[in-house]
């Protein structure tokens, strides 16, 4: 069949190709992905060439399909599994797999399994496989493909870990009732975060996220403004460091002098790594959260308070699958809004340009719903189109403070234009 994917020929070059896709096997299905939302990754991995570590060998013969935050429907069964697998059946994926002691991951190493496609073929052994994320109509298709990088905040809020003076050990997670910052944090994953750790069971008390960019504070502040995390008994803060005379001094003062417990780093800046050092308290753990694309990297560390302050640096990147488990269980359960992140809407046809510019793309989470043709829109944007699409589009949103919806996405389904 004829299907429409981007895909990944080599460093900088990601092309929007219409091909054959060949007929599934016996132990395969055939699968309509639905929508799969944009990732830093895809970009670094795009720029880095053969320097990224996920760079898939051999992309100038077989290229791949790029996209691994993807949400999909079985639309046919191979023959030998068709007890086991329906048409209809929907899944996500937890993109970090390891198969038979082999890593791979959907957008990296698979040619005819990634999210950037209107059609996919999920392999026999990805297919009965713990990576594939069944869920059922109740829950939207855009809830599924985020919960892969809400699982890789979560599984970063788990790995953090405290230790106690004079006590053997660590404690694992944030800290109960303690001081967070997430420096850089206005963007689509430290928005995320915000949302997360406010409705898990372990929570800071005092939540500060920074940022230099005013457009990003205002939208950050607009889908979780601080009063909504009052009412969970949390004492949410945006800060933006450059209206600060010193910004070391401004944010512990915002601690009672105390610093802060837990430090998640968004965005890979030598500046922000620094300030995120200075503000420490005892015991504080700083998790470096965003990748960088530049191998050389470094920052200055005060290591007086690695030794007498017990402050450490640790890295996250992945996730596991109870991580993404845990995160569709909330969200079925109406305890997480993974929507707060996404702040444009597009199709496949706009991907290609979404993907290879992405730093300078404002906003947050572009979501991309690969069996639509249209261009990548601001939701705020929606009102200012000449199509009555966006208008209802717009008017769903508006009923959820500005943000995508179950609703929204069923009349995009339905209503959009094909690209096939």
């Known amino acids: 069949m004829k299907i429409k994917a981007v895909r990944l020929h080599g460093k900088n070059d990601l092309r929007f190709e219409t091909f054959d ?11 309509k992905v639905i929508c799969d939302g944009v990732c830093m990754s895809s970009y670094k991995t795009l720029q880095r060439g053969k320097l990224d570590s996920v760079y898939p060998p051999g992309t100038e013969k077989d290229p791949v399909i790029i996209g691994h935050e993807l949400a999909a429907e079985i639309i046919q069964v191979g023959e030998s ?80 870990f405290h230790t106690e003076k004079f006590e053997r050990g660590v404690t694992m997670g944030i800290r109960d009732g303690g001081n967070m910052s997430i420096m850089g944090g206005c963007g689509p ?36 403004p601080p009063e909504y995390a009052t009412k969970k008994g949390i004492r949410l803060m945006y800060v933006n460091t450059d209206l600060m005379d010193n910004p070391v001094d ?15 780093i968004m965005c890979p800046v030598r500046e922000v790594i620094e300030l995120a050092d200075a503000v420490c308290a005892y015991s504080c753990c700083i998790n470096f959260f965003s990748g960088p694309v530049d191998t050389n990297l470094k920052a200055l560390i005060n290591f007086h308070q690695v030794h007498y302050q017990g402050k450490h640096i640790i890295g996250s990147a992945s996730s596991a699958v109870v991580d993404m488990q845990e995160v569709i269980d909330m969200a079925r359960a109406g305890r997480l809004r993974t929507e707060v992140m996404v702040t444009h809407i597009g199709g496949l046809n706009c991907m290609v340009d979404v993907i290879t510019d992405l730093p300078s793309v404002p906003g947050g989470k572009k979501l991309i719903y690969t069996n639509i043709e249209m261009e990548l829109t601001a939701i705020e944007d929606f009102c200012k189109k000449n199509d009555p699409l966006f208008w209802e589009l717009d008017a769903i949103c508006k009923s959820n403070n500005m943000m995508w919806s179950g609703e929204a996405e069923d009349y995009l389904l339905k209503h959009g234009k094909s690209i096939i």
């Not at 430290?190 to 205002?218: F, H, S, W, Y």
């Not at 401004?250 to 998640?264: I, K, S, V």
């Open 250 to 264: 401004g944010l512990r003062a915002l601690t009672d002098e105390e610093g802060f417990h837990d430090t998640y």
């Open 21 to 31: 896709l060949r007929e599934i096997g016996p132990h395969e299905a055939l699968a």
């Open 189 to 224: 994953m430290g928005i995320g975060c915000v949302e997360l750790v406010m409705n898990m069971d372990k929570r800071p008390a005092l939540i500060v996220v920074t940022d230099t960019d005013q457009e990003r504070i205002n939208q950050a502040k607009r889908v979780i």
């Open 81 to 160: 599994v068709a007890d086991m697998y329906k048409i209809g059946d929907r899944f996500g994926v937890q993109a970090a797999m390891e198969i038979d002691g082999i890593s791979a991951a959907p957008g990296y190493q698979f040619v005819e399994f990634g999210g950037a496609a209107t059609h996919i073929i999920v392999p026999d052994f990805v297919l009965k496989s713990d990576f594939i994320i069944w869920f059922d109509k109740d829950l939207p298709f855009y809830q599924a493909a985020l919960g892969e990088p809400y699982a890789c905040l979560i599984f970063a809020l788990y790995s953090n």
